[in-house]
T-cell receptor, first 117, second 113 residues
Framework: KNQVEQSPQSLIILEGKNCTLQCNYTVSPFSNLRWYKQDTGRGPVSLTIMTFSENTKSNGRYTATLDADTKQSSLHITASQLSDSASYICVVSTKRGLTGGGNKLTFGTGTQLKVEL | SQTIHQWPATLVQPVGSPLSLECTVEGTSNPNLYWYRQAAGRGLQLLFYSVGIGQISSEVPQNLSASRPQDRQFILSSKKLLLSDSGFYLC????????????FGEGSRLTVL
């Protein structure tokens, strides 16, 4: 069964500090992995996408890593800001089958990050 | 640029009443459209997706239905709401069906009493 597990479930850090969020998956066959940021009461927004051959990708203060061998990804946030307070969702995509159709995205339950003064 | 709108933003409905959530996309043609539900502490659950007008695929059996009467319009409906239908509903669109980047609407918070 395809699964995506994220840790920690929630996290509180002080403004200016760094943090790392984890994502472990058992999705197969793997196509890509995305990190989304979801502000409270809003729709998620994509931060990064990682394909099989990519190890690291940055988007401003966000850096995602992927280890396809261990099926793990992390999202590192540098110099956190109050606006980083949100839920961060890891989403893993499988390759589309020849017949197409079916649910090919598996969502994690998210890590709730709170940045405080 | 592409935009996606969904409404209403919040809705409080009694059990057994009907439901209609509407979503429209602007700035793109023939988008793949999706309805997701997000329950507290759980990952997003795909309810329906559509690759074209009148084409609806259902992922989870339930008392909800979806329709796509126009290219950029996606509607989520129910004839009789259940308490378990409460949740945060998200409409989304993508260029590549089912595996591409999703662009989400602002969400609709449904409370069934």
């Amino acid at each position: 069964k395809n699964q995506v597990e994220q840790s920690p479930q929630s996290l509180i850090i002080l403004e200016g500090k760094n943090c790392t969020l984890q994502c472990n998956y058992t999705v197969s066959p793997f196509s890509n992995l995305r990190w989304y940021k979801q502000d409270t009461g809003r729709g998620p927004v994509s931060l990064t996408i990682m394909t099989f051959s990519e190890n690291t990708k940055s988007n401003g203060r966000y850096t995602a890593t992927l280890d396809a061998d261990t099926k793990q990804s992390s999202l590192h946030i540098t110099a956190s800001q109050l606006s980083d307070s949100a839920s961060y969702i890891c989403v893993v995509s499988t390759k589309r089958g020849l017949t197409g159709g079916g649910n090919k995205l598996t969502f994690g339950t998210g890590t709730q990050l709170k940045v405080e003064l | 640029s592409q935009t996606i709108h969904q409404w209403p933003a919040t809705l409080v409905q009694p059990v057994g009443s009907p439901l209609s959530l509407e979503c429209t996309v602007e700035g793109t043609s023939n988008p793949n459209l999706y309805w997701y539900r997000q329950a507290a502490g759980r990952g997003l659950q795909l309810l329906f997706y559509s690759v074209g007008i009148g084409q609806i695929s259902s992922e989870v059996p339930q008392n909800l239905s979806a329709s796509r009467p126009q290219d950029r319009q996606f509607i989520l409906s129910s004839k009789k709401l259940l308490l378990s239908d409460s949740g945060f509903y998200l409409c989304a669109w993508s260029v590549i069906v089912l595996t591409g980047e999703l662009f989400f609407g602002e969400g609709s918070r449904l409370t069934v009493l």
